[in-house]
């Protein structure tokens, strides 16, 4: 290209809040960052972009239609459900994202979760700072029962890259691994097991979402599941909110159906003040961050920036709309 690409960045800020560098973009074009966007900001921020890069933000078949010089979109994440994919191929516009670059990260916070919620570390490091263990007549006590994970069972829904770190790390600790795949012979781990949904959730001691979302997976996770879990089973979910119908987990939790769940992600982010989840003391939420460490961070935007230097080039890379 004779002159230089016009590249916007839309909703920049929870991939670089300001700790990793934007210079190797920079030096790909003239380049300008917005940390965050609304629908309405979208055609006047990118009507002259040549190339788009957006995290969550949605792009609908209304404003690609009215970007006349957008040739490419670059999602700077794995989910692409934000984008209209259908009007960018009409209009020749090649959608790239971004895969891989969280698998430890999230598999990570799988077992912070879990462990958490074996571990009760926070209340217990409440309990001392409150005073409890200076006036303990013995050397230790525990405020709820801690649980061993050796011996367990981890039964793993979605068996990509993040589940497959999962299986590592659970085999690694002494669980016995579950897992359901649409592909079992292409991605056998020795030391897990192969199995039907039903009977995943009916055998594991803790079940872990790693499934993408789409109309299948959407409420997977519903009452008639639920049931099928062990009274002592936790469920963690690093996935997509909306893998799990939220009112039937609050009923199992309440009722004691469930031991425990512990969650990145809900269905509606950022969720509203009074999110019934949140005044149940067997449910841990985070705010979908499982993903976010500065070396995930790094990894997605250096995949990034190489899906824009490779539309550059005039040889674009993990086009998802091909």
Not at 163 to 192: C, F, N, W, Y
Not at 210 to 238: C, E, G, W, Y
Not at 294 to 307: S, W, Y
Request: with cysteine.
């Amino acid at each position: 290209m004779s002159e230089q690409p016009k590249i916007v960045v839309l909703d920049g800020h929870t991939l670089n809040p300001g700790d990793l560098s934007w210079n190797e973009l920079k030096s790909l074009g003239e380049v300008d960052f917005y940390d965050r966007s609304t629908s309405d900001e979208i055609i006047p921020r990118a009507k002259d972009a040549t190339i788009l890069i957006v995290n969550k933000l949605v792009l609908t078949r209304e404003h690609i239609e009215q970007l006349p010089r957008l040739r490419c979109i670059c999602v700077s994440a794995t989910g692409y459900n934000n984008v209209d994919l259908a009007a960018a191929r009409e209009r020749e516009i090649g959608v790239s994202n971004a895969v891989g670059y969280g698998t430890h990260s999230v598999a990570q916070h799988v077992f912070a979760l879990l462990l958490e919620l074996s571990n009760h570390v926070a209340l217990h490091h409440q309990s001392v700072l409150n005073g409890d263990w200076s006036h303990q007549p013995d050397f230790s006590y525990w405020k709820k029962p801690l649980i061993e994970l050796n011996g367990k069972t981890m039964g793993i829904l979605g068996f990509g890259r993040i589940g497959q770190k999962v299986a590592s790390i659970a085999m690694a600790m002494g669980m016995r691994v579950l897992a359901t795949h649409r592909h079992p012979e292409r991605d056998a781990l020795v030391g897990v097991t192969f199995v039907r949904i039903e009977d995943l959730f009916a055998a594991s001691d803790v079940v872990s979402l790693t499934v993408p979302l789409n109309d299948k997976t959407r409420q997977i996770v519903n009452a008639k599941m639920l049931q099928r879990m062990k009274p002592s089973a936790f469920l963690i979910n690093t996935g997509r909110g909306e893998l799990i119908n939220e009112s039937d987990l609050y009923q199992a939790l309440v009722e004691e159906k469930l031991a425990g769940a512990g969650l990145d992600v809900l269905d509606g982010e950022p969720p509203r003040a009074d999110h019934p989840l949140f005044d149940l003391p067997n449910c841990i939420i985070t705010p979908h961050q499982a993903w976010a460490s500065k070396e995930a961070r790094q990894r997605l935007l250096d995949i990034t920036v190489g899906n824009v230097a490779s539309y550059l080039r005039g040889k674009p890379q993990n086009v998802v709309n091909a």
